[in-house]
């Protein structure tokens, strides 16, 4: 998996020179500490606080014809500067800022790759918010309430299609977020699952119309063959004490039942077994997407890809887990190191950008997606428009 990750991140960190709106982890820290100072500390004003019309007459207190000034008491250039106020190289003081970008994220593997980059920019390039749910993320996307957000790959789609056309996919961000997990049972594979009762935390999420597109490649038919049931995250926990259980969870939540209930552990990775039955390279699992009406330019984008690839790298550089444990609970991925670890462990960050490659994953996975339900990706696979064109570097 590190080597895949190391592959997708080649292209998109090939960085250009330049000023970047969001921090990187090689940077050095910005000593501006105020919100969205784009001021470049290497650079300093040739003029500092002066002007180079600093109101002076060019022939201070002499006229040619003493005392017969034609408009007495009048200067045709009366102590005005040409370009009142303005300073063509102003210092951190005289830039105005302007609103932060807002970033939306869930505490998932959709966003984990990301936490570094929002830990660098939160509060000062960008402010985070952060969702109860992809549903809910969904919700702030497509309101305007956040400019960009990591979410799953299948509402990226349907966000697309009902936003008019104004959300687009920057980046992959997730190759899997899904597993099942079982408490006593013989589950070794997908078929193994036929005839049993499968828990999930909420009917029609991600993790839920993956698992159903397994269930009918395997030939099982999920609304026959399986019986799906839906409870609260509480209940589950109930639910999965009991010997003989089979859940479908996201990450974190299969990384929380294993350490709070006894007995529990995970026998199929959704992402592997997607990757076997449908003979492609990766699950597109989450992207990150944006609102090209929103307060990000694409300069901005372009920077915020180069960000996220640097945050995915430093991510799973096995020297930074102990800070990276740290921004795991930070940002709710976990209450504890051994929970947080886990998720680590088993979430699968990546960067993949560029129209082309995302053209290459993502259609496929949305057409499965499809076949178990159509309004999942907003009816309609989404059309070129869809996939950003520019990549970063």
Known sequence: MKKLIAILLAAALLLTAGCSLFSNPDEEPDPYEGPNSHTDPGKTDPNPGTDPNPGTDPNPGTNPNPGTNPNPGTDPNPGTDPNPGTDPNPGPGDVTP?????IGYV????????????SQNDGKNLNSFQAASQEEMAEMVESGAVDAAFIVTNLASALYNTTDKAVKAAAVTSLGGAMLVENGVAVARIS???GKVIYGVGKYTAGDYILRALL???????????????VTRTELGTRMAEVGSVACVTVPAAEDLMISVSGVRVCVDLAAQWVKDFGTDMLPYGVLVYRTDGRLTESDVDDMIR?????????????NKSAVLTLLKRYGFGETDSA???VLEDSKPALLSGADALKAVLPGFLSQIQAVKAVAIGRELPDDGFYRIKNAG
């Open 98 to 102: 302007k609103e932060l970008p807002r």
């Open 107 to 118: 505490a998932d593997s959709t966003a984990l790759g990301g936490i570094y980059f929002l």
């Open 192 to 194: 193994d699952l036929k």
């Open 216 to 230: 009918k490649k395997n030939g099982i038919d999920p609304d026959n063959d399986v019986t799906m049931k839906y």
């Open 307 to 319: 960000s996220v690839a640097a945050s995915v790298q430093y991510i799973a550089d096995a020297e």
């Open 340 to 342: 947080a670890s886990a």
